[in-house]
């Protein structure tokens, strides 16, 4: 684990000690740290994200679980030979993830009692990662469908970007060549939209330049950033890296409005995803409601709990 001070933000990755656990958008987790006078303390945290040294169809895959140029063929006994149509992608993941051990990504806002503790245990070793041992109780939690929809709105606040980026690994792995046009795993999604609203700059930098990279680039994806506790130094620093971040909170109302009739003129599904604090919640809720009040009927609404 490692601690970010300026985006006030705990990043824990944990590997499993059994292999074939298969992870899913909206698992989540209760995290205990052992050995401690409050060893039984637990708390539930939402899987970030999730990285495997090669990727399902056996290429191995750098830090940021983008593959390598070249493969290593000592690396693809598993998947590498090829599937006949009809089989889907969830089977073929599955069979990858039956054999393999994932890397899970949590992302933890240090309040007070245990992750005011693992943030000390972090500051106590500066610079460098801290190994400890945690228990996982799960996984708990329902994954949606979401790849189904042809328009996805994702709104997140803080650390409820683990709510979204799951899907948008998701969607990167059923949108791949490998995966058949008549496979019945293969997204639907052709337009997917990441509103995303935080206090602290560093956290927005740091997911861009990690997870949310492979996403960035891609033709079927935007990304609106807002942090509602910088400087204008900070969207400077964005701009120059690309990333455009405004001050302040996205008019939700007028967001989920226009994203309604968008997909409706252009006759798609739209789903939207919702995890954040309880005012953004209750806002995205009500502009939903309203869009199917003038009509917009074919919105799938998702909301995640919000409670770390």
Same mark, same amino acid.
């Given at each position: 684990m490692t601690y970010d001070e300026a985006a006030d933000v705990i990043r824990l990755e944990i590997t499993p000690g059994i292999s074939g656990l298969q992870v899913r958008p909206g698992d989540y987790y209760f995290l205990y740290q052992p050995f401690r006078f409050t060893g039984w303390e637990s708390h539930p945290f939402t899987v970030g994200a999730w990285s495997y040294d090669v990727d399902p169809l056996g290429a191995p895959l750098d830090n940021y679980g983008k593959p390598w140029n070249s493969l290593d063929n000592a690396q693809l006994p598993l998947l590498s030979g090829s599937f006949p149509d009809q089989e889907s992608w969830d089977v073929r993941k599955a069979q990858?993830?039956? +054999? +393999?051990?994932?890397?899970?990504?949590?992302?933890?806002r240090p309040y007070d009692g245990w992750t005011r503790q693992l943030r000390r245990q972090c500051l106590r070793a500066p610079n460098q990662p801290v190994h400890?041992?945690?228990?996982l109780e799960g996984p708990y939690g329902h994954s949606h469908p979401l790849w189904r929809y042809e328009s996805l709105l994702m709104i997140v606040g803080g650390t409820g970007i683990a709510a979204a980026v799951p899907y948008l690994q998701d969607h990167l792995q059923r949108s791949a060549n490998h995966c058949s046009s008549t496979s019945e795993g293969k997204s639907r999604t052709r337009d997917i939209e990441l509103v995303w609203t935080t206090r602290q700059p560093a956290?927005?930098?740091?997911?861009?330049?990690?997870?949310?990279?492979?996403m960035l680039s891609r033709d079927d994806f935007r990304a609106s950033f807002y942090a509602t506790g910088s400087s204008d130094r900070f969207r400077q620093d964005f701009n120059a890296l690309g990333y455009t971040v405004q001050m302040g909170r996205p008019d939700l109302q007028s967001l989920i409005l226009t994203r309604a009739s968008e997909a409706s003129a252009a006759g798609m599904k739209l789903a939207i995803l919702v995890c954040g604090p309880a005012g953004m919640a209750d806002e995205a809720r009500a502009a939903t409601h309203l869009a199917t009040k003038q009509g917009y009927q074919d919105i799938k609404y998702v909301e995640e709990s919000f409670t770390w």
């Open positions: 990858f993830q039956r +054999s +393999s051990t994932p890397r899970l990504i949590f992302w933890i400890t041992t945690i228990l956290f927005l930098r740091g997911l861009a330049d990690r997870e949310l990279n492979p």
